[in-house]
């Protein structure tokens, strides 16, 4: 069988589908050994856990054999790779003489499952689909392409998760029709409101128009680990206790699994022995008890909060909450029931569908390979940073707003680059992606991580640590590329600079030298925007 493959690696879930021609659709493909098979209503979808291990002889396992193998509390198994890679945490775990990061885990899990499904379908030199969440930075969609080409697949485009999503729905929608996408993953929360538009040129296929989005840094390892810190609390334990430390693997995967059992039951029993000392860390979770820790930890305000996000940038293009036809839940943690019924008490039971919760992702993806469009717009700031000498520090001033169309026909920003000193023959621009800084519901940031020892521990992120996070220097390795010949004085104004996109969201810019009057930079590619 051969065909356009699409995968959606996922935190917790990562599912592989392939164009279907005769169907007109993106179908799941189970890949053997990786994968399993999950019921959901009338179908069953094929999953691969998102886990890979490292064994003490160098070999890996990856996904489902890392379950068949009973070693999804080990040490050597990394899991929720894609929240690391995401939130850039460079975290390492010490392995046979060896450190591995997350980069690297997930780089190697991803690349496995690529083979193998390449493999399974006689891939040629057709194109790959890979997903990204809206909220990713550049830095993801590198590490992505660094996977595809390790992989050797270099014929590969990427896609953001919602609309992927929203494709994914293909077979229920019609042309005009607006849809409210709701992905609640293992890792995020990402949102969109989307158009399916009539396609003016004759092109087989659907257009799916993005109209407004919008990502929470909230997801079903989130969850995880306020239950993690729960039954921790009702036992009057801390994760710093190092007999604590010795079974917080598996005491994650006690409060996964509890979650999960807490979606369909009334009541579940979460229960851990220690093996070395025969202690016991025990609680009893309703979920009523569930929910309360939900509406504790901001969730459903979180929801909310987003949801109208999404709907604001709709709105500034014309489109109200009253426009959308049905709502697209997707993701494993949608199938919470607290999650799905906030959702319904926003829209309206009657439009809230639940129908492919798991695979709608990676079809849509399959979709998009095939030919299947949509429309865009970038989804983050871009800024220049200068020095403000009222402040005496660093500040940065936007060139491309949230929300720019793309490929722009008119200049999106204009400015001039002045000298720093007498002499100077390489003039630069610092162009920075600026993230959303989100307040947590207890003031002080906070994560999980694991420390170098494997054990799992909740950790306060630093003021200097969410700067990074907010502003992230995309041009750090090439930032002086314009070049005054002869030298520029102190204060002189040198280049007029304009910048546009271009229909790959590439940074162009167009720089003319003041004191010579010749035009310098043509169109000329400074980064990839998202």
Not at 95 to 108: K, Q, W
Not at 188 to 194: K, N, Q, S
Not at 304 to 319: K, P, S, V
Not at 468 to 483: A, D, G, H, I, K
């Amino acid at each position: 069988m051969s065909g356009r493959l699409a995968i959606d690696f996922g935190t917790s879930n990562t599912v592989v589908a392939v164009w279907d021609e005769a169907r007109q659709e993106g179908v799941p493909l189970h890949v053997p050994d990786y994968g399993s098979l999950y019921q959901h209503g009338n179908e069953r979808v094929s999953v691969i856990p998102s886990l890979i291990n490292y064994t003490a002889d160098r070999r890996r396992w990856v996904g489902n054999q890392v379950i068949r193998h009973n070693l999804y509390h080990s040490e050597r198994t990394f899991r929720w790779m894609k929240r690391y890679i995401a939130n850039r945490i460079p975290i390492k775990k010490p392995l046979d003489g060896r450190e591995i990061s997350y980069f690297d885990a997930g780089r190697d899990f991803l690349s496995s499952v690529l083979l193998f499904a390449a493999q399974e379908l006689a891939i040629g030199d057709e194109e790959v689909a890979l997903t990204a969440p809206v909220e990713a930075f550049e830095h993801y969609e590198d590490w992505l392409t660094e996977v595809a080409e390790a992989a050797g697949m270099p014929r590969f485009r990427l896609i953001d998760e919602p609309s992927a999503a929203a494709l994914g729905y293909g077979a229920h929608i019609q042309p005009g029709d607006v849809y409210f996408i709701f992905d609640f993953g293992g890792g995020t929360l990402d949102v969109a409101v989307v158009l399916i538009e009539e396609e003016e040129q004759a092109q087989r296929g659907r257009r799916c128009r993005v109209l407004g989005k919008a990502g929470a840094d909230v997801g079903g390892a989130t969850i995880d680990q306020w239950l993690f810190q729960e039954v921790l609390r009702r036992n009057n334990r801390s994760d710093a206790d190092e007999d604590v430390c010795q079974i917080s693997n598996a005491l994650l995967v006690e409060c996964e699994q509890a979650k999960e059992r807490l979606s369909s039951r009334e009541r579940v029993d979460v229960s851990v022995m220690n093996p070395h000392t025969g202690a016991v860390l025990s609680a009893e979770l309703t979920r009523n008890d569930f929910e309360g820790l939900l509406r504790q930890q901001q969730l459903f305000s979180t929801i909310n909060q987003t949801i109208r996000r999404a709907l604001n940038f709709a709105r500034e293009r014309g489109y109200s909450e009253d426009d959308i036809k049905a709502v697209l839940m997707v993701g494993g943690s949608s199938l919470i029931p607290s999650v799905q019924n906030t959702v319904k008490d926003f829209f309206g039971q009657e439009r809230v569908m639940l129908n492919r919760p798991l695979d709608a992702v990676a079809r849509g993806a399959a979709a998009f390979i095939a030919g299947v469009d949509f429309y865009d717009y970038i989804q983050h700031d871009y800024a220049i940073r200068y020095v403000n000498p009222q402040k005496g520090d660093y500040d940065y001033w936007i060139i491309v707003q949230r929300g720019t169309h793309y490929p722009t026909q008119e200049a999106v920003a204009r400015f001039t680059v002045k000298a720093s000193y007498d002499g100077q023959t390489r003039l630069g621009i610092a162009i920075f992606e600026v993230g959303e800084r989100r307040p947590s519901s207890s003031g002080q940031p906070v994560e999980l991580v694991f420390d170098p020892a494997g054990a799992a521990r909740i950790r306060q992120l630093t003021p200097d640590e969410e700067d990074r996070r907010t502003y992230f220097w995309m041009n750090e390795n090439s930032p002086t590329f314009l070049v005054a010949s002869p030298p520029a004085r102190q204060g002189e104004s040198r280049f007029q600079v304009e910048f546009g996109i271009d229909g790959n969201k590439r940074l162009l810019i167009n720089a003319r030298d003041l004191k010579t009057g010749q035009t310098t930079h043509r169109d000329y590619p400074v980064v990839k925007l998202t």
